[in-house]
């Protein structure tokens, strides 16, 4: 086999948040990178320089195909010749359980294209056993040849926090593992060349669990805070001031903020993984997970109950601005954000709905929620404005000053307003 050291031309599988920018790392580091998609407008535009990532400026993206070691395909033949082949391809929750379909398709694509020597990463959140159980026969069927005696296989967690200015591929640590030894030197290989710091485990599954660990984790520790949040109003306390209090202690705390829900490709999804495949294998519920889930889901029906008690009238017919609709501030993802389930609760109970959200494509948005602009007149005019993600290029003096009523999900607006 070929050693690690030989690694020349990569091609990384699916161009999404997480792949794009693996793309442009991956020929910033002096690879040579064949980006693969099975969305032709998203390959057209990548080759015309147009990034709908935003982690990779246009200038960043024009700067990689000006190497000349960067292209966009939806034919996985053009990737034929891979040195390193990464899969980052969505792995979503139908009905409860786990989509492996794009993992599965990738995986026969790139099968007939492997080499003695070449290394497979798969970087798609997953249950513990994807790699091995999943991908690696798909991939032994394909090529004919064996994993570890023929070609590197291994698997690696995306830790992608889209808008995040600190933390980004290169300076966030890699955990990296492999099916054996030398499949592991070839991926720590890999992304030693891409990251500043690896950090290796002993298989896969080991891999494959830590990413379920870290959002379990958030997710977790959110639903704590979420319900606390829902007694503490009652209870005559502000939760805010008391999450900060607590933030001055040392040790032994983390501060996690309420909000109206979870959302993104990872916290709503990552945790179900390993609920599936723990009462799959086991027979046993992993209780934390269940409940954490429960609460974080009914957020957006408490956060329009809140507004209904604020406004002291019901919601049928009253007109209300939503402030965001990302499922994060400062970027335009829309994947599961309960600003966007807070709309529908919203609408549901008869309240007409507008929305202003300067970072999302139109095309990605609820069809049925009219979007505007961030006015004083749009704040007068709305018996309601709900702060749901907090963007930091919104007035927030405006909104307090304009709007008649305002509930803050977000503890963004100051005093005078109606916080959760």
């Not at 991926?187 to 710091?197: L, P």
């Not at 379920?212 to 958030?218: A, Q, V």
């Not at 949040?229 to 933030?247: N, Q």
């Not at 803050?408 to 307003?417: A, E, K, L």
Request: negative net charge.
């Amino acid at each position: 086999m070929e050693t690690a050291g030989a690694v020349r031309t990569v091609v990384v599988v699916g161009l999404g948040y997480v792949g794009l920018p693996l793309a442009v790392r991956a020929v910033e580091a002096g690879f040579a990178v064949v980006g693969l998609d099975i969305d032709e407008q998203r390959v057209k535009r990548l080759t015309a320089g147009d990034s709908y990532v935003e982690d990779i400026t246009a200038d960043r993206l024009l700067a990689a195909l000006d190497t000349g070691r960067l292209g966009f395909t939806v034919d996985a033949v053009d990737a034929a010749g891979f040195d390193v082949c990464v899969i980052t391809v969505p792995t979503p929750l139908r009905d409860g359980a786990p989509d492996l379909s794009y993992i599965e398709s990738a995986g026969t694509s790139i099968a007939p294209l492997l080499r003695p020597g070449a290394t497979v990463v798969l970087e798609s959140t997953s249950y513990p056993g994807t790699t091995q159980d999943v991908l690696l026969p798909l991939l032994e069927r394909g090529s004919g040849l064996r994993a570890g005696a023929d070609f590197h296989v291994g698997y690696s967690p995306e830790r992608i926090d889209p808008g995040n200015p600190r933390w980004q591929l290169e300076n966030t640590p890699k955990v990296v593992s492999g099916i054996d030894d030398d499949s592991l030197e070839a991926v720590e290989a890999f992304y030693d060349r891409i990251v500043q710091r690896t950090v290796p485990v002993s298989s896969p599954r080991t891999a494959e669990l830590t990413k379920l660990l870290e959002n379990t984790f958030r997710q977790v520790n959110i639903a704590l805070v979420n319900e606390l949040a829902m007694c503490a109003r009652p209870l005559g306390v502000d939760i805010w001031e008391a999450v900060e209090a607590a933030a001055t202690k040392p040790f032994g705390f983390m501060p996690f903020y309420p909000g109206p829900g979870v959302g993104g490709h990872c916290l709503p999804v990552d945790p179900s993984y390993l609920s599936w495949q723990v009462r799959r294998q086991l027979q046993h519920d992993v209780r934390f997970v269940s409940l954490a889930q429960e609460i974080n889901e009914h957020m957006p029906e408490h956060v329009v109950r809140r507004v209904e008690a604020g406004l002291r009238r019901p919601l049928d017919g009253a007109r209300v601005l939503v402030l965001g609709l990302a499922y994060k501030k400062n970027t335009g993802d829309v994947r599961e954000s309960p600003a966007v389930a807070v709309c529908e609760v919203l609408r549901e109970r008869g309240a007409r709905v507008r929305a202003v959200e300067p970072y999302a494509d139109p095309r990605e948005l609820p069809a049925e929620v009219l979007c505007v602009e961030l006015t004083a007149a749009e704040l007068r005019e709305a018996d309601a404005v709900v702060l749901t993600t907090d963007h930091d290029v919104f007035d927030y003096e405006l909104v307090a000053r304009e709007a008649p009523y305002v509930l803050d999900t977000r503890n963004r607006c100051g005093g005078g307003v109606d916080r959760l």
